[in-house]
């Protein structure tokens, strides 16, 4: 199929938190289309499905936006999920970063217990984080802008449920502090309640508009 050599040589172009939105889009879907018989309000149906997921990627060359507009042709269950199986594997993952990498975002840690990278599924990963529980904290390591960037935080160590300010779905939360001092001689703390597992929240996160905003804040 014509399709299928374009793809070939295609390099990966969607974001993690983008193929997130997509899979959301497919869930939504599937419980529109079980409820709907009628042929062209389930051609409206798609047709919404695919212009939301234009929206968040729209700079596409031809054949990326060829592969993302075979949704419109997928009208049963098994299609939508083939259909994520088929792009799935031009997630772009989370860039390359070493734990010496990492240690350098972090100098005035002494002793950074960082996760074992090799255990991370770095293409369903937006951001990096871990938890310190000894010392109820949390780390962050992204790339803002371009440049690396490494933040320590706090958290209380009352969970709770709640809305994640970065995904913004329900989850186990936490309140994650930073202290920042945006003059030399004043310091304040900037708290936001935030999933505590962060693989959690990396398998949820559909936009990064508010991560960005976050990690920029409390610089």
């Known amino acids: 199929m014509e399709i299928q050599r374009s793809v070939d040589h295609m390099q990966p172009f969607i974001k993690p938190h983008q193929y997130n939105f997509i899979r959301n889009q497919i869930e939504l879907l599937l419980q529109q289309l079980t409820t709907v018989n009628d042929p062209d309000v389930r051609d409206a149906v798609l047709y919404s499905a695919t212009t939301k997921i ?4 729209p ?3 031809p054949e990326q936006e ?3 507009m075979t949704i419109r042709n997928q009208a049963s269950e098994q299609q939508l999920f083939t259909y994520l199986d088929q792009i799935q594997p031009f997630v772009e993952p989370f860039p390359t970063i070493t734990p010496a990498e990492i240690q350098a975002l972090f100098p005035k840690v002494k002793k950074l217990h960082l996760p074992p990278l090799d255990t991370i599924d770095f293409s369903m990963t937006t ?3 871990w938890n310190d529980t000894s010392n109820k904290k949390k780390f962050f390591v ?12 706090t958290y209380l160590p009352n969970i709770q449920h709640g809305i994640c300010s970065l995904c913004k779905t329900n989850n186990e939360v936490a309140l994650v502090s930073v202290r920042t001092n945006k003059s030399a001689d004043h310091y304040r703390a900037v708290g936001n309640y935030l999933c505590i597992d962060s693989d959690q929240c990396n398998a949820s996160i559909t936009a990064i508009s508010d991560l960005e905003k976050f990690l920029a804040n409390a610089k």
């Open 66 to 68: 060829e592969l993302l």
């Open 142 to 153: 992204y790339p803002l802008d371009g440049t690396w960037i490494g933040l320590e935080s």
């Open 54 to 57: 234009f929206d968040i990627i």
């Open 127 to 129: 951001y990096l984080s």
């Open 59 to 61: 700079i596409l060359s």
